[in-house]
């Protein structure tokens, strides 16, 4: 409470929280008080329930990025895309995922 009762508000928020209750916790708390914050929460654009319908001016301050694990697949998304890929293989060895 001290820090709402002298108004020391964060100058940012990094949410690394990827999901369940917690994650959607930060997520409703971070925009009911209008808190900048970057949430490196798993899903596209649009699957982060509290934000899914903010405003343009809420969109300066509330930021989704990929987290690390989700960087792999949505390189590859990307590409399949953007290419028209309809087929491909995935090669690796023992090593992959330790």
Request: glycine letters at 6%.
């Amino acid at each position: 409470m001290a820090l709402i009762e002298t108004q020391a508000f964060p100058h940012l928020v990094l949410d690394t929280t990827m999901t369940g209750i917690g994650s959607e916790t930060v997520k409703s708390f971070t925009a009911a008080l209008a808190l900048p914050t970057i949430s490196a929460s798993f899903g596209q654009e649009g699957d982060l329930r509290q934000w899914r319908n903010i405003d343009e001016n809420e969109r300066q301050y509330l930021i989704q990025i990929c987290p690390p694990a989700d960087i792999i697949p949505e390189i590859v998304r990307s590409i399949v895309l953007n290419q028209n890929i309809t087929n491909a293989a995935i090669l690796f060895d023992n090593s992959f995922g330790k």
